[in-house]
């Protein structure tokens, strides 16, 4: 049975965690900012040589939309091996804390990231070019909460990785997540890639998300289709990342815990 | 000033690097993502009726934005490891000096650099089937102002680490992005609010990008963009290396114990 009390406590162990040190400022703010910087004036340049004047907010609404999929991918994985790295795992679960009530705080600890860097990404959209994201509406709010189950499931499928393999697969944490950028239609519609990089994309339950946001913006209505496709798809990898996941950290700790701490 | 001991020494980091699972990752990926999504850029710019050689810029420069963060990274990360691995008292009792040490990854900076554009000649060929070396050895013109300017950087980057300690180890992997947004790698310059196209003024990569961007689309060298560009790498090279060595010189009198404090 879940226990909120030792969620709650992990949450608030991970936010006093994070908040401290110079780390937090350069991934909450240095890297989306530097993002937001690259990607608006790439966005108003190639905006200047085409038809479509919708451009740059796609691009900068898409990059705020992205934070939802990186932050909460990278808090699941990375507080995962966080614990490895500070040989914490088995001070952790000699506890009576389970692996389900772990997972849900750290999801629940993405999400709420994910907003804190969404808020300053807005903001500092808004302050660079004069693009207000909120004015697109509530829909995007909708798609943000969707992206977080893509972000999740990739931290999921990377801690079975280092569930299994341990701390030599940590690499796979920063790229895991950008793995799938290429694919998705974040900066360019998905219709200039080759047929197979689409078949791949299509696979992808980002896409679909990314795709309804570029038909929001550039005609004002919402294609259910495409959304509920997302949807169905996120929920599938969703679920297979979490069994997966429980399935590889129970496989572990047969095999003892101390194996994961060895550096 | 012994080269050889800086040739061995460069040979030590680079061997070191490319053993090590995290580093090829850190070496095939990154440039890699870079060349898919701005060569997909390319495509979209070309396809809205921008020039057709706009995927040869975009990949052109991603790849060249490579080449200096690799010349910055290689002697920003060695100082880094050093320091991580308590190494420096160890490495300096030796007769190996200061300015042997810096050229050591001057040079594993440029072995890096040069692996690198071999490996994405092949995969924009793959990708894009765009050949990079066909727009000819001109290219070389550019890649030296790049790498000083990397050298510089990396140089300032290990003046702070000196300064601050193993603390401030997220500086490696920041500072040669700092100057990025400001350099017009991947958009023309103009686009940017003037005040930034001021800052931008101060910085040389931004000329060499202009000038890159110019002998692309229209086959010519822009050697005014090239001179302050050079003038520029050089100026800030000199700097740095000298303020590196006072630096080191300065730590060596307090204790290069100090540096190795975690």
């Known amino acids: ?263 | 000033m012994n080269i050889t001991r800086s040739i061995l020494l460069a040979k030590r980091y680079l061997l070191a690097r490319f053993f090590k699972i995290e580093d090829i990752i850190d070496f095939i990926f990154w440039p890699l993502l870079d060349i898919i999504i701005w060569g997909g850029v390319g495509l979209a710019l070309a396809k809205s009726g921008q020039p057709a050689q706009q995927v040869t810029v975009s990949i052109v420069s991603v790849v060249m934005l490579r080449v200096y963060l690799y010349s910055f990274f290689n002697n920003a990360a060695n100082f880094l490891y050093e320091m991580m691995a308590r190494n420096i008292i160890n490495l300096f009792s030796t007769p190996l000096s200061f300015n042997e040490w810096l050229l050591s990854g001057i040079l594993s900076g440029f072995a890096t650099s040069l692996a690198l554009v071999v490996f994405a000649t092949g995969v924009s060929k793959l990708f894009f089937n765009i050949y990079l070396l066909s727009a000819g050895p001109g290219l070389a013109v550019f890649v030296l102002p790049l790498l000083i300017s990397g050298w510089a950087m990396a140089h300032l980057t290990i003046v702070l680490l000196m300064l601050f300690g193993v603390h401030a180890q997220r500086l490696v992997f920041v500072m040669g992005w700092l100057l990025i947004p400001f350099s017009g790698v991947y958009y023309s310059l103009e686009i940017m609010p003037s005040w930034i196209q001021i800052v931008s003024r101060a910085v040389p990569m931004s000329y060499i990008f202009s000038a890159l961007r110019i002998f692309i689309l229209n086959d010519r060298f822009s050697w005014n963009d090239l001179a302050y560009g050079y003038g520029l790498a050089l100026f800030y090279f000199i700097i740095t290396t000298f303020a590196c060595n006072r630096m080191f010189e300065r730590s060596r009198q307090l204790g290069l114990a100090s540096l190795e404090r975690s």
């Open chain 1, 1 to 263: 049975m879940v226990n909120f009390n030792r969620i709650r406590a992990l949450i608030k162990r991970n936010f006093l965690l994070t908040f401290r040190g110079i780390d937090t400022l350069t991934d909450f703010f240095y890297w989306p900012l530097f993002d937001i910087l690259v990607w608006g004036f790439t966005g108003s340049w190639m905006a200047r040589g085409t038809s479509n004047p919708d451009l740059a907010v796609i691009i900068l609404s898409s990059l705020v939309l992205w934070q939802a999929v990186y932050r909460t991918n990278l808090d699941v994985s990375y507080n995962f091996f966080s614990e490895m790295w500070s040989r914490n795992v088995i001070n952790l679960f000699v506890t009576p804390l389970t692996i389900q009530e772990w997972t849900c705080a750290t999801m629940i600890m993405g999400g709420l990231n994910s907003f804190i860097c969404a808020l300053f990404g807005m903001t500092a959209v808004w302050l660079l070019y004069g693009i207000f994201i909120p004015a697109i509406g509530p829909w995007f709010l909708v798609l943000f909460v969707s992206l977080f189950f893509s972000g999740w499931t990739i931290g999921l499928f990377t801690a079975s990785v280092l569930a299994s393999y341990g701390g030599q697969a940590q690499k796979l944490i920063w790229v895991m997540g950008w793995l799938f950028v290429p694919f998705v239609g974040i900066f360019y519609p998905i219709e200039i890639m080759p047929l197979w990089a689409q078949t791949v994309a299509y696979c992808v339950p980002m896409t679909y998300f990314f795709k309804v946001l570029r038909i929001f913006i550039e005609s004002n209505r919402i294609d259910f289709w495409l959304l509920f496709y997302g949807f169905i798809l996120s929920f599938v990898y969703f679920i297979i990342g979490v069994v997966s996941f429980i399935y590889f950290f129970n496989r572990s700790k047969q095999r003892g815990l101390a194996r994961l701490e060895d550096a």
